[in-house]
């Protein structure tokens, strides 16, 4: 093939399939852990809420109590990847909810800041974990910090 831009487009191509190819074993395993993760943060945070008086919205209490069953199964398997995609789907729309309320409540009522912040933490979990899956080995820790802190900076600019 002569050099030129078919040339570079095709090495950016065969790059982009490399790395589909190294992270699709992860992907199962990252929407495992995130799902995990998000419920179990988003509890804690109703919870601590709610012993300090304040009741979450009933469409987040109704999210929480009908989250997706994830099955069981092999994280490769397309059914089993399907189920755990519903669920993480049903959880990202929760935190489009809850995110906002979050930063309402924390405007009105400084105190409950801190699970403002353990929402932030839940992204930058989230966002650790997608860049190991789909990176892998391109990002040194140096870098992944670097990303991580750029993420942080434009959450708070949000």
């Given at each position: 093939m002569?050099?030129?831009?078919?040339?570079?487009q095709l090495k950016a191509a065969l790059h982009a399939l490399d790395r589909v190819e190294r992270s699709?074993?992860?992907?199962?395993?990252?929407?495992?852990?995130?799902?995990?993760?998000i419920t179990a943060t988003l509890r804690d945070i109703v919870a601590?809420?709610?012993?300090?008086?304040?009741?979450?919205?009933?469409?987040?209490?109704?999210?929480?109590?009908?989250?997706?069953?994830?099955?069981?199964?092999?994280?490769?398997?397309?059914d089993f990847f399907a189920s755990l995609m519903n669920v993480n789907e049903h959880l990202q729309a929760l935190l489009l909810v809850v995110d906002p309320w979050l930063r309402d409540l924390a405007?009105?009522?400084p105190e409950t800041g801190q699970y403002l912040d353990d929402?932030?933490?839940?992204?930058?979990?989230?966002v650790a974990r997608e860049l190991t899956a789909t990176a892998g080995d391109e990002f040194?820790?140096?870098?992944?910090?670097?990303?991580?802190r750029d993420a942080q900076t434009r959450m708070r600019r949000d």
């Open positions: 002569p050099r030129g831009a078919a040339q570079r699709w074993g992860q992907l199962g395993q990252m929407l495992i852990e995130d799902n995990r993760d601590g809420l709610e012993t300090e008086g304040t009741r979450a919205p009933e469409p987040v209490l109704s999210a929480l109590n009908d989250i997706p069953d994830e099955g069981s199964g092999n994280s490769q398997s397309d405007r009105q009522r929402l932030s933490h839940l992204y930058r979990r989230m040194t820790a140096e870098e992944l910090a670097r990303v991580m």
